[in-house]
C-alpha cells in the first residue's frame, strides 16, 4: 500500500463507515422526518422549510459534516382552505393537546412536492443530493391517514485531491479516474398518521451505485445499497399542557448491523420542548427546541459518543431552522407530524 495514513483514514474509515451509513445520520430526524421518508411531503397545512446543520464527532479531523435546506408545501383546496383539522384564523388549541386529539378529523385527500439538497462532506469526500419530493395524501378512516411518497434527483460525490498528500504522486487509487461523479437517486415512502401517533417506512437509494476513483478495478470495490427505515411515534398525554412524545428509527442497511435510535420529546403546551435520544452504539443525546412564533423555530441537539471515537471526538453538534410560510391558520407548531 502506497498511501499515506491520512488516505487510509479517508478510505479504510469514512469509505468503510459509507457502505455502512452512506447518506447521512441525524439526531434530529424527528424535527424533520422529510430526510428519511418523502411520503410527509406537504403533510402540514403550511409551507414547511427547513435549514440544518450538523458537526459529527467534533475534534477529529475530517470528521463528517452534513448541511441541508428543505422545502414541502401541501396543494389541494380542500386541504388548503378546509382542513378538518385546521385551527380558526386567529389560532386555536395546541395540536399536542388532548382537545386537539379528540376533534381530530383525517385530513381532506391532497398531493404535496418538496425539495431537498443535502451537502455531506467527510475528509476529501463531498456528496451532494438534490431531490424534488411528491407525496398524495388520503384519508382511510374518519381519524386515519395515508400517504404515499417518491423522491427523485441526483447524488454528486467529488473527490478533493488537494488534502491529499501522497507517497507516490500518481497512485493508482486516484490516478487518471473519475474525482467528480454525478448518479441518479431514488427513494420512495408511506406514512400512516392520526392524530396521536405515526409509523412510516421508506428505502432510500433504490439505484445501487459503484464509487470509484480510479479506472483500476482493483480500487472499485465501494457502491451503495438501499436503505430502509422504520420509524413511529405517539403522544402520551401527562397533563393538559405537558405531552410526551417517544418515536423510534429502526435502519437495515446491508451488511452493517441491525442499528435503531430511541427518543422522547417532553413538550409544554405548543411552546416548547426538551428531550433525549440514544443511539444503539454510538451516543446518547440531549435535544431541545422552541417555537418562538407562527414563522420561526429551532431545535438544538448535542450527542455524547459512546463508540471508541470518544476518545478523539468531542460530540456531535445539529441545529435546525425551521420556517413556516403561508401559515394561514398561525400555528406554531406542526398539527400532523410531532
Not at 447518506?23 to 406537504?42: C, E, I, M, R, S
Not at 402540514?44 to 475534534?59: C, F, I, L, M, P
Not at 441526483?154 to 487509487?173: F, G, K, Y
Request: proline share 5%.
Amino acid at each position: 500500500m502506497k498511501k499515506v495514513s491520512y488516505l487510509l483514514f479517508v478510505f479504510a474509515i469514512i469509505f468503510q463507515c459509507a457502505r455502512a451509513q452512506q447518506k447521512p445520520q441525524y439526531t434530529q430526524y424527528v424535527f424533520n422526518n422529510l430526510l428519511l421518508n418523502p411520503a410527509v411531503t406537504g403533510i402540514e397545512n403550511y409551507t414547511d422549510v427547513k435549514a440544518g446543520y450538523r458537526s459529527q464527532w467534533t475534534g477529529l479531523q475530517g470528521a463528517p459534516v452534513t448541511s441541508y435546506l428543505t422545502l414541502s408545501a401541501p396543494l389541494g383546496d380542500k386541504f388548503l382552505n378546509g382542513d378538518a383539522t385546521a385551527f380558526p384564523a386567529q389560532g386555536g388549541e395546541n395540536p399536542s393537546s388532548r382537545l386537539f386529539t379528540q376533534n381530530y378529523m383525517a385530513a381532506e385527500p391532497h398531493h404535496g412536492i418538496g425539495f431537498m439538497v443535502v451537502s455531506d462532506k467527510a475528509g476529501p469526500i463531498t456528496q451532494t443530493n438534490i431531490d424534488v419530493t411528491y407525496a398524495y395524501h388520503l384519508g382511510l378512516t374518519a381519524r386515519l391517514n395515508l400517504a404515499v411518497g417518491i423522491a427523485a434527483g441526483v447524488n454528486h460525490i467529488n473527490l478533493n485531491t488537494s488534502m491529499i498528500t501522497l507517497e507516490n504522486p500518481l497512485d493508482p487509487a486516484i490516478t487518471n479516474g473519475n474525482n467528480s461523479q454525478w448518479k441518479p437517486d431514488l427513494s420512495t415512502g408511506i406514512w400512516l398518521y392520526s392524530s396521536n401517533y405515526y409509523i412510516g417506512a421508506s428505502v432510500q437509494q433504490l439505484l445501487p451505485q459503484n464509487l470509484y476513483f480510479s479506472t483500476n478495478t482493483a480500487y472499485n470495490q465501494s457502491k451503495t445499497v438501499p436503505q430502509y427505515f422504520l420509524t413511529g411515534g405517539v403522544k402520551l398525554f401527562l397533563t393538559d399542557d405537558l405531552t410526551l412524545l417517544p418515536s423510534f428509527l429502526i435502519k437495515d442497511i446491508n451488511p452493517t448491523p441491525f442499528t435503531f435510535d430511541i427518543n422522547a420529546k417532553l413538550s409544554f403546551q405548543d411552546k416548547f420542548w426538551i428531550g433525549g435520544s440514544y443511539r444503539k452504539s454510538d451516543s446518547f443525546g440531549a435535544l431541545a427546541g422552541v417555537n418562538i412564533s407562527s414563522f420561526v423555530n429551532i431545535g438544538y441537539s448535542y450527542d455524547i459518543t459512546t463508540s471508541a471515537l470518544n476518545t478523539v471526538s468531542n460530540g456531535t453538534h445539529e441545529l435546525v431552522i425551521g420556517i413556516l410560510l403561508n401559515n394561514r391558520y398561525k400555528v406554531t407548531c406542526p398539527q400532523h407530524t410531532f
